[in-house]
C-alpha cells in the first residue's frame, strides 16, 4: 500500500473540475493524495491527517498537464530542415520520410531508450497523462514495433500509419496496406487512429477509408486536419464523430460550425452531456512552421471545447513544453489564463475521453482534480498559474505526482 500524502497550504488550487462551478478555484486549500486516486480536496484548516505531509507553502497547485498530441517514437535530428524552415522554406508533409529512415534504423532498445526519456522529460514538465502516435515506422512490421513500444511507456497509443505515403509505395497500394495488415499488426496495442488529411498525405477519399476501416476495428477516431491549407480535415472528423481534430489553422466558417454543431448536446458548464469533436491547438508546431495560430478564440466563442497539445515531434514542435504551449496561448492567442489552463488539461481529457470516471464505474478521469479521480497534480514556483505566461520561459514546474507518485527529475 503507498501512503497517503497530505498537500497543504495550497495558495491557489485550481482544480479544473467543471462541476464545481465557480468554485473550481481555491484558495489556502489541501488535497489528500491516496494510492493512485484524489482522495479529498478542501480547506487547509479542514484537512484529515495522512501518512506524509508536503507543505506547498502558499504556491499554486493544478492537475497534471494531459498531452493529447505527440509522436514520440522516433530516432533522428531534424534541426537542418528547421533551420531552412527558418531560413524561409516552408514546411512539407516530406520531411516525415526523413523521421521515418532513422527510426527504422533503430533497435529496439535504442528506441525504447529515447521514449522513456522523452516520457521522463515531459513529466519533468508536469506532463501526468501523454499521448503518442505511430507514424514513423510506415510499413507493417516497423508500424507494429512502434505501437508495441509505445504501449509500454506512454498513456493512450494512436495508430498513424497514414502519416505519409512512403516512397516506393503508390497512395491507393499503401491505404489498402494501412486498412488491411496493418491496422491487424498494431491493433492489440493501440487506443485510437488518426489519419494526416493534407495535401502531399492523404486525400479526402484515403482518409475516409482509414477512418472506417479503423472504426470498424473497434478504435476511437483523430484526425490531423487543416495544418498547412484549407481541406476537408475537420468536416470528415465531424462526421465520423472524431474525439479530436488537431492543428485545424485554416479554418471556414462552415468547419466552425460543424465543430460547434457536434457539441449541441453538451453543458460545458458542468461537463456533462455528450462530448462533440474537441479542435486541439498545437502552438508550438505553429510558431516552429511559421503557420498562422489555430483560431482559438474564434473556435472558444462558437462554442467548441478546445485542447492545447504539445505536438513533439522531430520535424514541426520538438518541444513536450505544455508550460510553453499555455504561455503562448495566452499571450499570442487571446485565451485567459483560465480557458488556457483548461484547454490543457481537462480539454486534453475530453480529446482522449478520459475526463470522466470516479471509482465507481473503474475508470479515473485526469486533466481535473476531484475525489476519485487520478492523483496526477503539478504544483508551480509561484503563487498563481497566472505566473505561467507572466513569466513565460521561468522554469516554474516545482513539483509533479503521476498516479499519486512524486515524478523525479530525469
Ligand atoms: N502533420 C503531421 N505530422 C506531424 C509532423 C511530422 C513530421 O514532420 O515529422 C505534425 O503533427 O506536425
Ligand atoms: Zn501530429
Redesign the pocket.
Known sequence: MSPSTLITNIGELSTMDPSRGADAVLTDAAVVLDGERIAWIGPAAEAPAADEIHDAGGRAMLPGWVDS?T?LV?AGD?ST?FEARMAGEP?Q?G??A??TEATRAAGDFDLTRLLLARQAEAAAGGTTWLET?T??GLDVEQEARSARIASTVVDDVTF?GA??VPAGSGPEEYTDLVCGPMLAAVRPYVQWADV?C?RG?FTEEQSRRVLTACRDAGLGLRV?GN??GPGGGVRLAVEFGAASV??VNYLADSDVAALAGSWRDWDAQTGSGQPGTVATC?PA?DLS?RQPLAPARRLLDAGVEIALAS?C?????YTSSMNFCVATAVLQMELSVAEALRAATYGGALALRRHTGADEDGKRAVGSIAVGHRADVQLLNAPSAAHLAYRPGMPLTAAVWRAGKRVRKP
Open positions: 498530441h509522436h522516433f531534424r530542415e514546411y508533409a520531411g516525415i526523413v523521421t502516435k507514424g514513423y498513424l502519416h505519409l494526416f493534407e498525405a490531423h495544418q498547412l488537431d492543428h498545437l508546431c512552421t505536438n515531434n522531430p520535424g514541426t514542435s
